[in-house]
């Protein structure tokens, strides 16, 4: 069959044999004929660079006969058994743009259909962009039985969900498999890997990364969302992203994400095991994309940047926010009742507050995190559960949803979704928060005790998250707790979602400002630091522990610790009755002008410069909102120095305007050098300048 169709300058053909994916920046091709797809080319247009060396195609799904079962399966590389070739292919396209979440974008479905199951493999590509995205649904023929937990309620679920299907492979006998192959690539390259950590609670170090060169005999298994690769003869490469969980989350057997043979990478770990298989109708596993880059390694983090984008835009009015959330202070849930929500709200207005969001203790049913909760259970405990707790709030959230509209806020819970057999409620945890928004206007939901343990559990929680969203066209903000147990972490289907990042106290002497400031910078390179939430506390709560600390809480003040969050969106972990009147006068000055600034500010592409944080140095931000403007914070930790020098990026031999927002500094004209670098001055410990910058144009 001949098959050819558009959009913008996006395109696919197929010609019977060979297919071929690509738009005026990048394109992809594999061959068709026989049992796998075989990979072809890997094309930057732009360079007219074809990154595929080796004459030999490389082949990266088979099927072959499951020892175990006798029954066909997914199989990459080499099949165990017998392969099966598809009996038919075809292909469909379709536009989309996740519920207005991202770019609009080409989607191009690939039906490989075989005697007992059917493949989807989907590709991704946005007009204009140097990104292709894989994923494939794999899908039974035959229906199984249902293994719905009772009580769900009997909605049939919606099929195509855009962008997110993906397949189960077995490589060979020891049930990982890969889901991506880019063979054949020039031995002249340098490669560096990027590993996340979330389960907060647990880690303070959130970014590691590794780094080497390809060789013919070595093999190498990396784990980490990221792989760079860098043609050492070109000013440009490509970046591998595994679209899937931290290491702390893998499903399905998966040991790590790449694997590098010679001059061969791929994507490894599809995150399903084949009793999962066995036992399912359809299965998805995690994805797989490229990007290209052209230039140095400001250019390859400015094109994961882009990437970020394409894939959740970002909207001011949904991903700029000031948020209060009452756990901080660890007063848990015995305080939340009408009466005090009442003062919160009064005093959030008047620190300009954008959401106040109540934790645990406002529903009916006990509080998982409560000594006498479990974490999972909830309507077999009490089919009430999720109801408004009517001892404290005799009138439901009404009165105080009311209050909260009134002072230009919005109102938002914390929620917890059911884990019970691999979220089998997932459906009546969605129509919870559908109703909560429609009856009280809440507009932010903290997703919090999530604990995965399967890929249909973690397919389940995207379910519940894609409805919400669906069902509230995109009006809330679903704050994803990243803090513990088994999440999603940073690269996996959480692209409705905000990371509620890190829980830390002063009660428990694990809140440091630059401990925050710390992981915000590591990860600000890799993930954009608008779906954030960093924490900032009550400082002159608990001084007696860090007695004699010279970096603590208290040293480094108020204004400091709000300071450090300015180019995330800050979360105001306290109850604010329980600040002093000193600290609530800063931040009744600090927040209302920040947010003159925040949307702009998150507007632009956030990266780290200056030093890594260590409570010692000095540190800071960029956002670059345009060619030669945007927003500078520096910050200067515990030391003698007057004068830093700062290289700032995309900024070498430019002439700039600065002009002072908050904190110290003076609004001046300057100058970078050949390297971009450019001397701030800021006197005492713990101080910081807020600039918004832009480049003098020749007149």
């Known amino acids: 069959m001949n098959f050819a169709k558009t959009y913008e300058d996006c395109y696919v053909s197929f010609d019977g044999s060979n297919l071929t994916i690509g738009n005026n920046r990048i394109e992809r091709s594999w061959e068709m004929k026989g049992e796998v797809p075989r990979s072809l080319s890997f094309r930057n247009k732009r360079m007219e660079k074809e990154w595929f060396s080796d004459p030999n195609p490389a082949g990266w799904l088979s099927v072959g006969k499951s020892a175990s079962a006798g029954e066909p399966i997914p199989n990459s590389g080499k099949a165990s058994g017998t392969a099966e070739e598809p009996m038919d292919c075809t292909i469909t396209t379709h536009t989309d743009d996740d519920f207005g979440f991202a770019v609009p974008h080409f989607v191009i479905d690939v039906e490989l259909e075989y005697h007992s199951w059917k493949a989807i493999w989907r590709h991704i590509i946005y007009p204009g962009l140097p990104i292709l995205r894989n994923s494939i649904i794999l899908e039974k023929k035959s229906p199984i039985a249902s293994d719905h937990c009772a009580g769900s309620r009997g909605k049939q679920e919606r099929p195509g969900i855009a962008g997110m299907y993906e397949t189960l492979f077995e490589k060979e006998s020891n049930g990982e498999g890969y889901i991506d192959v880019l063979p054949g690539l020039p031995i002249h390259c340098k490669w560096k890997s990027v ?27 990396l784990s980490g969302n990221l ?201 009546k945890d969605a129509d919870t928060l559908v109703n909560l928004y429609r009856e009280y206007g809440i507009k932010a939901f903290k997703l919090d005790a999530i604990h995965i343990r399967s890929k249909k559990g973690e397919e389940n929680l995207f379910r519940m998250m894609r409805e919400v969203t669906e069902e509230t066209d995109g009006k809330v903000i679903l704050n994803l707790d990243v803090t513990a147990q088994t999440r999603n972490g940073y690269y996996g289907r959480v ?103 925040q949307s702009d500010i998150l507007s632009g592409i956030v990266l780290p410069i200056g030093e890594e944080p260590s409570g010692t140095g000095w540190t800071g931000f960029q956002s670059i909102t345009g060619d030669g403007k945007g927003y500078l914070l520096i910050l200067k930790e515990r030391n003698d120095g007057e004068r830093h020098s700062y290289a700032l990026w995309k900024m070498k031999d430019r002439e700039i305007k600065l002009h002072r927002l908050m904190g110290q500094g003076e609004d001046r004209m300057a100058k970078t050098d050949g390297a971009g670098r450019m001397e701030f001055c800021l006197t005492g410990n713990f101080q910081y300048a807020l600039y918004a910058y832009e480049k003098v144009t020749e007149s």
């Open 195 to 221: 590993c996340f950590q979330d389960a907060t609670d647990h880690h303070n170090n959130l970014v590691s990364s590794q780094e080497g060169l390809l060789y013919s005999n070595e093999k190498s298994h």
């Open 227 to 427: 792989l760079f690769v860098k043609d050492s003869m070109h000013e440009d490469g490509f970046l591998a992203v595994k679209e899937g969980p931290t290491p702390v989350a893998y499903q399905g057997g998966v040991t790590h994400d790449f694997e590098i043979c010679g001059n061969n990478i791929l994507t490894s770990g599809g995150g399903i095991s084949a009793e999962e298989w066995r036992k399912a109708q359809t299965m998805t596993t995690y994805g797989s994309a490229v990007v290209l880059w052209e230039g140095d390694g400001e250019d390859a983090i400015l094109a994961l940047q882009q990437y970020h984008r394409a894939i959740h835009r970002y909207n001011p009015e949904r991903d700029a926010f000031v948020m209060c959330n009452t756990w901080g202070d660890r007063s848990k849930s015995v305080i939340i009742n009408e009466d005090f929500m009442r003062k919160e709200l009064s005093l959030a207005e008047s620190l300009r507050i954008s959401c106040y969001q109540i934790d645990a203790g406002w529903q009916e049913g006990v509080s998982t995190v409560s000594a006498q909760g479990g974490i999972e259970g909830y309507y077999r405990s009490n089919p009430n559960y999720w109801h408004v707790n009517g001892k404290g709030f005799p009138k439901g959230l009404q009165p105080v949803a009311e209050q909260a509209k009134s002072g230009n806020m919005d109102l938002g819970l914390w929620f917890s979704p059911d884990s019970l057999d691999d979220f089998c409620n997932w459906r």
């Open 495 to 597: 692209q409705y979602a905000s990371l509620f990042l890190e829980n830390r106290y002063t009660d428990w002497h694990n809140y440091y400002p630059h401990w925050t400031l710390r992981n915000l910078w590591m990860l600000s390179g890799y993930y954009p630091t608008f779906r954030l939430q960093t924490e900032f506390l009550n400082v002159n709560r608990n001084r007696e522990l860090y007695s004699g600390d010279a970096l603590a809480p208290s040293v480094c003040g108020m204004e400091y610790a709000f300071a450090v969050t300015m180019f995330s969106n800050p979360l105001a972990w306290m109850t604010l009755t329980g600040l002093d009147k000193a600290s609530r006068n800063t931040l009744e000055r600090m927040i209302p002008i920040y947010r003159n600034y």
